[in-house]
Structure formats: C-alpha cells, structure tokens
C-alpha cells in the first residue's frame, strides 16, 4: 500500500477529527463534560449526565488554539492538554496546556523542533511519558510529560509502518495502542521492549480507523470513521469482530465510569465539510443506543464534534484548596454542635 500524501491527511484531519473532545469528570463530584469545538476553537462543559450545556471552559483561540482535536487531563497535575490541529505557526499542529480547572492558558507545552505535522492525539503512558500521534510524518512522538521536551520517536518518521497514526491511548501495563488509518489496522508497542506488533486488522477493507479506547472488559474499541462502525479488538485472543453497526462517521468511542459508551459523530458528505456533528450514548455491554443526541449539534455553540477523553478520575475527584477547608470547617462545627447538645 502507498503513503497516503500529506494533503490528503490534512483533508481526512479537517473531516474525521472535526474536533469534539469531551472529558467526563466523576459524576458524584463534577458531573462535567469537556468538549472541544472544532470549528470554534474552544473547549465547552456539559453535564455528564444530561448533556446540558454549562459553559465555555477554554475561549475561542486562547493560547493559539485553532482546530481543537485530542484532549487528555495529566495524572499529575490535572492540567488540560490539547492538540491544536491547525495552529497558524510553521510547522502546524501543537500541544497546549491549560489549566484543569479554570481553563486559563498556560503554555505551549511541546517544542517546535522536531515539528509536529497535523496531530490529532495524545495521551500519557505508564511512565509519564505524553505521546502523540504525529499523523502527518507517520509516526508517535514521545516528550517528557513534565517538561515537554522531545525524547524521541517510537518507529522511524515517513516509515511504511504505520501510515497515517491517528489516535492513540496506554494501558496499566507499559503498553500502547494505536490506530493506523491507512494501512488499516491498529498496532501495539511495547515501552519495556521497544518492539511494535500488529494487533489486528479492521472488520472490513478502507473502514479508516481512527478513534480507540480500551474497554471496562479489556478489549480495545475503534471507531472506523469510513466504514460506520466500531470494532471490538479482543487483546489476547486477537479476534476482530463489529461491535457497533450503522454509527454515521464515528470518530471517537469512550466508557463512562458506569459503563456506558459514549461516541462522537461527524457526518459529512464533503471532505473539509464544517459540519456541527454530536455526542450519542450507547449501553457498552450489549452496543444498544440509549440517546441518539446525548449533546445535539450545536448545543452550547458546539460546533464540530469529534474526539473524547476522559478526566483523570483521581484527579478529579481531589478538591481545591478552598473546598477542603470549607469541608473541615464544616465538620470541625458540626462535632462543636454536636457536643453542645450532649451536654445540655
């Protein structure tokens, strides 16, 4: 099979990864959806259980962001990373950090040097390593997740490997996984051993597979963008089989603490199309829908509905400051209260 060329990916960028990437904070302390607006250039809350609109967490452009994709919180301060697609500077594409909670820009967190070629996903692995899909030179760019600063490639850039790397998530064990658009599987590399292997091949020949989460059952998901559906990859036997049918150009499938399954979809009949696309929710066990619009187009000034993430649920689960001493005053009055009573 022939690299695909680079306008191409740049075509395929603009359409499958039109942006939508939503983070669900723990439903007993934030019930939040985080969800980037492609077209907008900014990231919106909704409630995690309702698909309500709350409010627009990043503005339109802030730090730079333009063509908002990939999304993920750090497990070690909680801070917000985003893959800006279409970031004016040369080369395009960058990783910017935002603060967690409030939204506010921090820096940008990756250098230009290596560059970054029409990105589209990140995530942090085992090691605290961030890696990131650098869809545009095919391969997966690994930078200190502290510092930002470029540690290397995981397989040579421009190789016939993996063409087009799309989207990209870790396990517990030091392992990755990551979808190839157009060589038309999904492969795994191994952090311990360096070695990349071929997980499986999608259910049907062009699906372009793009979106992948790992399941409350162990097996991966990916959302084949081209041929409407998500595959199920079972990690030990290796068997590939169609989870979902009939899902309209999904981009990005994820499980909610509960277990449901939550898909961004973007139709569109025109490559390059702007199109508002929105969030649907499935039962992840038996692939049911449950809401056909969990977040209609644009709700809130969505507009552009593509990847998801979730919140690191420790994180989100810790208070602020402020928040804790609110609690601990609060119990502090309430044994005072307490006590009083017993001794009247």
């Given at each position: ?167 990209i998530t870790a396990d517990e064990d030091a392992v990755l996984y990551f979808s190839c658009t157009f060589t038309n599987n999904v492969q795994r590399y191994d952090l311990t051993t360096g070695q ?128 804790l001493l609110g609690l601990l005053m609060l119990g502090i009055s309430g044994v005072a209260y307490r006590r009083h009573r017993q001794s009247d």
């Amino acid at each position: 099979m022939q690299p695909a060329s680079l306008p191409l990916k740049l075509a395929l960028a603009s359409t499958a990864a039109a942006g939508v990437t939503l983070s669900l904070v723990d439903q007993a302390i934030a019930a939040s959806l985080f969800v980037g607006s492609f077209n907008t250039n900014s990231v919106l809350e909704f409630d995690a259980q309702t698909g309500a609109f709350i409010d627009t967490v990043v503005e339109p452009g802030s730090g730079g962001l333009q063509g908002p994709v990939g999304l993920t919180f750090s497990p070690e301060d909680n801070n917000l990373y985003v893959v800006s697609l279409l970031t004016e500077d040369t080369p395009p594409g960058q990783v910017l950090q935002y603060d967690g909670r409030s939204g506010a820009f921090i820096q940008p967190f990756t250098s230009a040097v290596p560059p970054l070629i029409f990105p589209q996903d990140l995530a942090f692995g085992s090691d605290g390593s961030l890696f990131v899909a650098n869809t545009g030179l095919d391969t997966i760019a690994q930078y200190d997740g502290q510092t930002g600063a470029f540690i290397g490639n995981l397989f040579p850039a421009d190789s016939s490997a993996c063409d087009a790397p799309f989207s990209i998530t870790a396990d517990e064990d030091a392992v990755l996984y990551f979808s190839c658009t157009f060589t038309n599987n999904v492969q795994r590399y191994d952090l311990t051993t360096g070695q990349v292997a071929l997980l499986g091949s999608a259910s049907s020949e062009n699906a372009a597979p793009g979106g992948l989460s790992l399941g409350p059952d162990g097996a991966l998901y990916v959302a084949n963008f081209a041929a409407n559906t998500i595959d199920r990859y079972d990690l030990e036997t290796g068997t590939v089989e169609v989870f979902i049918d009939e899902v309209e150009s999904p981009v990005q499938p994820v499980f909610a603490p509960n277990g449901d399954l939550y898909v961004s979809s973007n139709p569109t009949q025109k490559i390059g199309e702007p199109v508002p696309g929105k969030v649907l929710r499935y039962d992840g066990q038996t692939g049911s829908l449950i809401d056909d619009e969990f977040i209609p187009s644009l709700a809130g000034g969505l507009d552009g509905a593509g990847w998801i993430a979730f919140a690191d649920e420790e994180a989100a689960q810790t208070p602020e400051p402020g928040v804790l001493l609110g609690l601990l005053m609060l119990g502090i009055s309430g044994v005072a209260y307490r006590r009083h009573r017993q001794s009247d």
